[in-house]
C-alpha cells in the first residue's frame, strides 16, 4: 500500500465510524441534557455536595456555579502538587515548583493540558491519577454544560432559567464520559496501550518511564485535553504503540464534538440546523488536512520529530485534529513541521478551536461565530438579525464580540510582551522566524485552551508559568461569561415567527456566511503576526 | 461574594465526590480489567518491544537518533530550517555511510533524523536492509540468516516498518 493509498484509507476508516456513531450517540446526549430523572449515582453526589438537582438557575448563578467549581479545582490541583511527596507512587520525583504547579493546575482546570512539566520525571501517580485525571473529566463536562446551556437560550422562551449547573456537569460526567472511557481505555488496552503502577521497565539495559496509560489516554481524547501521561504525548509507544491505537484515539477526540452537532439540531427542533455547522467544521478541517498533510509530505526532513509506525499522512491526520479540536495530544513533533505544515496547526487553532472545537467548546464557539456572522448580513442588508427565532440586538452581539475577541487580545498582548523580553530568546529552541513561531504557538495555545505546543520552546520561567497560565484562564473564562450573558438573554426572548425576509440558517449560503467568518475574524486579526512567523518560514 | 463562596464549597463537595469515582475507582477499573488474561499479553511492558533504545556495538541494529533524555521522552522539536541542525544531520549521515560502507546518497532520511517519543523502535525496510550486511559481519551469521530475522520483525499495515528491538533480541537469542 503507498503512503498516500494508506493514509486516504484511515481517513475513509475514521470518517466512516464518526458517521456510524454521529446520530445515536448526538441523540444520547440530547437525552442526557433533557432528562428529567437523575440516577442513583447522581442523587448520591447531589446529597452529598447539598445541591437541589430540581432547581435551575439564572444566567448568573449558572456563571458563578462555573468560576466557583473551576476556582477550587485550580486549588485542590495546587496543593496536590505541592504536597506530592506526602502522597503514594511519588517515586521520589518530589514537590512541584510553585510556579510550574500553579499553571499546571490552571491548565488542566481550563481544559488546555499545556504542559511546562516533564511527567515522568515531575508527577507520580497519585497526582496524575486523583488529580489530572479527574480534571480531564470535570473540565470536558464543564465545556458541555456550557455549551447545553447555550442551545438552551435559544430553544426556551420568556424564562430566566438556563438549567442547573451541577447537574448538567455531572450528568455530563456520570452518563456520557465515563462509560465511554472506561469502554475505550479497555479498547485501547486490547490495542496494547500499557496500565502499570510502576515507575519505570527496563529496556535492553536502559530505564523508560511508565505509568497507568490507558485510563488516562481514554479521557484525555476523548475529553479533547491531551495532557500526556509522558513527555512525548501520543507519539510514545506505551501511549499509542500502533496505527490501531492511533486511529481510535483520533476518533475519541473527534467524537463528541462532532455529534454535539446533532444534539445541537435535535434540542433547537430542527436537525438540519446541525447539520449546517457540521459541513462548516467538516470543510474547514478537510482542507487544512490537506494543506498539512501536502506540506509535510514535502518537507526538507519529513521524518523528523515523527514516528515510523505512523508515517507521514497519519501524523498530518493527528496533528490536524488535535488542532482543529482544542485537544493538543500530539503523535508527532508540530516544533519539526514544515512552515506550512506547522502553520496550518497554528491557523486551525487561530480559527478560534471551532472545527469542530473542543467538546462543548466547539458547539458554543461556533455559535457565538454564527451570531456574529448573522449581524454581519443584517449590516448588509439593514435589517435587525435573527438566529433560530431570537432577535440579535445591542446585548447578544455585544456579549458574542465579548466571546471572540477575548482570545486575540489575551494572545497578541502575551505574546508580544514575550517577544521583546530579554530572556525570550534564551528560551527558544529554533532561531529565527521559526523562533517567533515558538512563541505565536505558545500563547496560541493556550488562550485557545489547545495545549500542544511547539514544544522546543522552554517554559519555566516565572515569566512564561505566570503569563501563559493567565492566558488560559482569561481564554477560558472570559467567552465563558460572555456565553452565558448571552444565554441569559436569548431565553429571555419570545420566539419571532420566521417571514420572508428571515435568513434561513440551513442552506449554503449560511454555510458560506459562516466558514466565511470564521476565516476573516481569523485572517484578519493574525495575518500580521504570521506574517513574520509561519509565513515568512513558509516562503524561505 | 456570598454567592460566589457559596457556589464555590459546593463545587468543592462536588469535586471530592467526582475524585473518588474518576480518579480512584475509574483507574482502579481499567487496571482490574487490564489483567484480564488475554486481553493484553503485557500491560507491564516486562521486556517490551514496543520502545527501542539504541544499543551500543557494530553487531546490533541501530535505531533511528534519539533526542529522548531516559527515563524521559521527546524529540528533538528542530524546526526544518535550523542551519545548525543541518549540520547534526549531515554528520549523522557521514557517520552512517562509513559505518555501513556505503554512499551518502544511499542513506535513508529515518536514520538521520529523530523520531517524536525518541523511543521508536521502528526503522524503514530500507534502514534495516543498509544495516544486514555489516550486522552478519559482526556476528558470524549469514545474511541471509539476518534477512529472515529482519523479515520476522517487519510489519506491514498502513506502514512498512521493521522492529529493531525485535531483530535484536532474536539476534541476542540466535548467539
Redesign the interface.
Known amino acids: 500500500m503507498s503512503s498516500t493509498v494508506a493514509g486516504l484509507v484511515q481517513v475513509g476508516l475514521l470518517i466512516a465510524a464518526l458517521a456510524v456513531v454521529y446520530r445515536p450517540f448526538g441523540d444520547y446526549m440530547a437525552r442526557v441534557y433533557t432528562s428529567t430523572r437523575h440516577t442513583k449515582v447522581e442523587r448520591v453526589i447531589y446529597r452529598t455536595a447539598r445541591v437541589d438537582p430540581d432547581s435551575e438557575q439564572r444566567w448568573g448563578t449558572y456563571a458563578l456555579a462555573v468560576l466557583g467549581f473551576s476556582f477550587v479545582g485550580v486549588a485542590f490541583l495546587y496543593l496536590l502538587q505541592r504536597f506530592q511527596p506526602l502522597l503514594p507512587f511519588d517515586f521520589d520525583r518530589g514537590t512541584v515548583s510553585p510556579g510550574m504547579a500553579f499553571n499546571t493546575a490552571v491548565s488542566f482546570v481550563t481544559n488546555t493540558n499545556w504542559q511546562s512539566y516533564v511527567p515522568e520525571t515531575v508527577l507520580g501517580h497519585t497526582v496524575q491519577m486523583v488529580g489530572l485525571t479527574v480534571q480531564n473529566f470535570v473540565s470536558a463536562a464543564v465545556g458541555m454544560a456550557v455549551a447545553v446551556a447555550l442551545v438552551r437560550g435559544f430553544a426556551r422562551h420568556r424564562t430566566d432559567r438556563l438549567g442547573n449547573f451541577w447537574v448538567d456537569m455531572t450528568r455530563g460526567v456520570v452518563r456520557i464520559l465515563l462509560p465511554v472511557a472506561f469502554v475505550f481505555a479497555t479498547v485501547l488496552v486490547a490495542a496494547g496501550v500499557v496500565m502499570s503502577l510502576k515507575s519505570g521497565v527496563t529496556v535492553d539495559g536502559q530505564q523508560v518511564a511508565i505509568a497507568p496509560a490507558a485510563s488516562q489516554e481514554a479521557i484525555k481524547e476523548l475529553g479533547t485535553n491531551g495532557g500526556g501521561i509522558f513527555n512525548a504525548n501520543s507519539a510514545h509507544p506505551f501511549e499509542n504503540p500502533n496505527s490501531w491505537s492511533n486511529l481510535i484515539e483520533i476518533f475519541l477526540l473527534l467524537v463528541i464534538p462532532v455529534s454535539l452537532t446533532r444534539t445541537f439540531g435535535t434540542l433547537v427542533g430542527n436537525r438540519k440546523q446541525g447539520y449546517v455547522l457540521l459541513s462548516v467544521m467538516g470543510v474547514l478541517w478537510a482542507l487544512m488536512l490537506t494543506v498539512i498533510w501536502w506540506a509535510e509530505a514535502n518537507g526538507i526532513r519529513p521524518l523528523e520529530g515523527k514516528e515510523m509506525r505512523f508515517g507521514i499522512p497519519a501524523s498530518a491526520l493527528f496533528a490536524n485534529s488535535t488542532t482543529g479540536t482544542s485537544t493538543g495530544a500530539v503523535n508527532s513533533m508540530h516544533d519539526s513541521f514544515t512552515g506550512l505544515g506547522g502553520g496550518g496547526a497554528m491557523l486551525n487553532i487561530l480559527f478560534g478551536e471551532m472545527t469542530p472545537g473542543g467538546v462543548g467548546t466547539g458547539l458554543y464557539s461556533i455559535l457565538v461565530m454564527a451570531v456574529i456572522a448573522m449581524f454581519l448580513a443584517g449590516l448588509m442588508v439593514g435589517r435587525t438579525p435573527e438566529y433560530l427565532g431570537k432577535k440579535l440586538g445591542k446585548r447578544e452581539v455585544t456579549a458574542a464580540a465579548v466571546s471572540i475577541l477575548a482570545m486575540p487580545t489575551v494572545l497578541l498582548i502575551g505574546a508580544g510582551i514575550a517577544a521583546i523580553l530579554p530572556g525570550t530568546q534564551g528560551a527558544l529552541n529554533n532561531p529565527g522566524e521559526h523562533g517567533l513561531s515558538e512563541i505565536l504557538y505558545a500563547y496560541a495555545s493556550a488562550s485557545n485552551n489547545n495545549g500542544s505546543a511547539f514544544a522546543g520552546i522552554t517554559v519555566t520561567s516565572d515569566w512564561f508559568q505566570a503569563s501563559l497560565a493567565v492566558c488560559m484562564a482569561l481564554g477560558r473564562f472570559v467567552p465563558i461569561i460572555a456565553v452565558l450573558c448571552l444565554a441569559g438573554s436569548l431565553a429571555e426572548q419570545k420566539k419571532v415567527p420566521e417571514t420572508a425576509g428571515t435568513l434561513p440558517t440551513t442552506g449554503p449560503l449560511f454555510a458560506t456566511l459562516l466558514g466565511g467568518s470564521i476565516v476573516l475574524v481569523a485572517a484578519l486579526t493574525f495575518v500580521p503576526a504570521l506574517a513574520l512567523g509561519p509565513i515568512a518560514e513558509a516562503l524561505l | 461574594m456570598t454567592?460566589?463562596?457559596?457556589?464555590?464549597?459546593?463545587?468543592?463537595?462536588?469535586?471530592?465526590?467526582?475524585?473518588v469515582?474518576?480518579?480512584?475507582l475509574?483507574?482502579a477499573?481499567?487496571?482490574t480489567?487490564?489483567r484480564i488474561p488475554g486481553?493484553?499479553a503485557?500491560?507491564?511492558?516486562?521486556?517490551?518491544t514496543?520502545?527501542g533504545?539504541d544499543?551500543e556495538g557494530d553487531q546490533w541494529f541501530h535505531t533511528?537518533p534519539s533526542a529522548?533524555t531516559?527515563?524521559?521522552?521527546?524529540?528533538?522539536?528542530?524546526?526544518?530550517?535550523?542551519?545548525?541542525y543541518d549540520q547534526v544531520?549531515a554528520e549523522r549521515r557521514t557517520t552512517i555511510a562509513q559505518r555501513e560502507g556505503v554512499s551518502e546518497d544511499r542513506v535513508p532520511?529515518?536514520a538521520v533524523?529523530?523520531?517524536?517519543?525518541?523511543?521508536?523502535?521502528?526503522?524503514?525496510p530500507a534502514y534495516a536492509e543498509l544495516q544486514v550486511p555489516r550486522v552478519a559481519r559482526e556476528t558470524g551469521l549469514s545474511e541471509q540468516t539476518v534477512r529472515q530475522l529482519v523479515a520476522a520483525a517487519t510489519s506491514?499495515?498502513?506502514?512498512e516498518?521493521v522492529n529493531v528491538?525485535e531483530i535484536?533480541r532474536a539476534l541476542e537469542a540466535a548467539r
Open positions: 454567592n460566589f463562596l457559596k457556589q464555590a464549597s459546593a463545587g468543592l463537595r462536588v469535586l471530592l465526590v467526582l475524585t469515582i474518576t480518579g480512584i475509574y483507574p477499573a481499567v487496571w480489567v487490564s486481553l493484553h503485557n500491560a507491564e511492558a516486562v521486556d517490551t514496543l520502545v533504545v544499543r533511528r529522548a531516559l527515563p524521559a521522552s521527546g524529540g528533538s522539536n528542530k524546526g526544518e530550517l535550523n542551519a545548525d544531520v532520511q529515518d533524523t529523530a523520531s517524536a517519543s525518541g523511543l521508536d523502535p521502528h526503522v524503514s506491514s499495515g498502513f506502514t516498518t528491538t535484536n
